[in-house]
């Protein structure tokens, strides 16, 4: 049976703030990025811990895939993945924990 994703309100909004950015260079390269963001999350209703344990939290509930320069945080929960955050890999994670309240 496979596992129900869900994107929480700040993981959209994130994608929606990542596409407005690299739109200003590239509408082409944005969606694109979006595309792959959105088609990365589909390997995980069959597959939930098929990303890394976030190395930050240590948590194996709390996990991560790498798309393009982006951290696609998610949560496994009972037959659903929270997509929690969408974030640049450069930003520090101990900020990410506060703002989206990881506990």
Do not use: C
């Amino acid at each position: 049976m496979d596992y129900r994703i869900v994107w929480s309100p700040e993981a959209v909004e994130d994608i929606e703030s990542i596409a407005e950015y690299i739109e200003k260079d590239s509408q082409f390269y944005a969606k694109a990025v979006v595309n792959k963001i959105f088609q990365s999350t589909e390997k995980l209703k069959e597959f939930p811990k098929v990303g890394r344990v976030v190395p930050e939290l240590e948590r194996e509930d709390i996990r991560e895939l790498i798309v393009y320069n982006y951290r696609l945080v998610y949560q496994v929960k009972e037959r659903q993945i929270l997509i929690i955050a969408v974030i640049h890999g450069k930003r520090q994670f101990e900020d990410v924990i506060e703002e989206y309240k990881i506990s």
